[in-house]
């Protein structure tokens, strides 16, 4: 088991890992109201979805400044350089699924679906389902690294699988676009980038989960 891990064992109650939970938290907070916007936006319901996008973009910037703080904790820790640098890493990835859902509301909200086939916004709705289920067997991995690291491998596999899922989605939404007569270029285009960052938040979680394994087996 890695010096990391007992580091994790002994100190539970620190400052740098209660932050990274509440960093977790807002990650999976995000992609819930990802999909919660997007579902918004398909049923045209504008004032639901803009309201969602909001906490999304909230939920973002307090994780962003989270993740420095943890940093910043780390930086100051007994943790030896290398065992820093890995947790740093897991930190960075699991942000990037907090900004992936950023860009995602970015894009959505640049989009009118009156204008999109019913497919195609069933195919968005699909993949941010997705993503949803990856960001919380994430949050399960992480939060049994410490307890029980054989659990958090299982969660971290699941992730894994639960990606794939997602990698199907975005491939069937993209022979969707191709295959959908009279859509519109600038519609087109900016649902193949919705599609494409959504994708992104799901493939960041399967990242994480991959320094997670770094981080259990290392030692």
């Known amino acids: 088991m890695s010096e990391l891990v007992k580091w994790f064992e002994k100190r539970r109650e620190s400052k740098a890992m209660s932050i990274m939970q509440r960093h977790l938290a807002l990650t999976v907070t995000a992609v819930e109201d990802l999909e919660r916007a997007i579902k918004a936006a398909v049923n045209l319901n504008d004032k639901e979805a803009k309201a969602a996008i909001d906490r999304v973009i909230s939920s973002e910037r307090e994780a962003d ?16 350089s290398t065992d820093r640098e890995d947790l740093m890493h ?5 942000d990037m699924v907090a900004d992936s859902s950023r860009e995602s509301t970015r894009v959505l909200s640049a989009i009118s679906m009156r ?21 919380t067997a994430l949050r399960r991995a992480i939060s049994r690294m410490a307890e029980k690291p054989e659990e958090a491998l299982q969660a971290a596999d699941e992730v894994e699988r639960l990606e794939e899922k997602v990698d199907d989605l975005f491939e069937k939404s993209r022979q969707l676009l191709g295959t959908e007569k009279g859509l519109a270029v600038g519609i087109a285009v900016l649902m193949n980038e919705l599609y494409g960052s959504i994708e992104t ?19």
């Open 201 to 219: 938040a799901a493939d960041w979680c399967e990242d994480a989960c991959d320094q997670l394994r770094v981080i259990i087996i290392r030692r």
């Open 115 to 135: 204008d999109v086939p019913e497919s195609l916004r069933e195919a968005a709705v699909k993949m941010a389902e997705g993503t949803k289920e990856c960001v």
């Open 65 to 80: 400044k989270l993740r420095r703080l943890v940093m910043t904790e780390l930086a100051e820790g007994e943790l030896p």
């Open 90 to 94: 897991l930190m960075k990835r699991v």
